[in-house]
């Protein structure tokens, strides 16, 4: 019985020390809101009914700095997503002009597209500064899927932030739903 509780201890030990040394004693590097990504004023949302299986793309953002330095993104979060709806992505390109469309990835743009971690958002001037993040979407199953927005990580520099966009999209499938009964979901605001 001693030697278990010495040993059980000793393991509690061992932990507590590997979680110090790697740095998750619960100091974390701070993340902030906004940044020069943010854009309080952009919502959008869509829906599509589609058939099980077949992939669409959403223009999930666009994506416009209006700082100073290059931002470098780092990734996303989907904010209210349902199960039964697969996710492909999410991947960027320069004025995409993709809204929802049934195919991903998108063919006009091959060539043009590329994953979003480590994509650079150079500082904006014109339209030609924009980057699209784009979604694949597919229903893994017959029914209603969504999620309601979506959180971009971004970095300048060294410092770390996150934009929350009010844009979201559902899928209905099959695709003979009717578009009056596969309304967008609602907005996250």
Known sequence: MAKARAASQLVMCVVLLALAVTGCSGHRERVTSGGPLACPRC???????MDVGKLGTYGAANLQNHGQSPVVLEGVAYLHRTPGFLLL????AK????GLIREFPPHQLRG??????GATVRPFHDIEDDLDVLVGVSPLREGA????????YYRVGRKHYVVTFDEGVRVCAPASVPLSKCQPPASIK
């Open 43 to 49: 919502q959008g949302d869509a829906a599509m009914p």
């Open 112 to 117: 043009k597209l590329n994953t979003l971690a």
């Open 89 to 92: 992505g999410p991947i960027v």
């Open 95 to 98: 004025n995409s002009g993709v």
């Open 145 to 152: 899927f969504s999620y309601s927005g979506l959180k971009v």
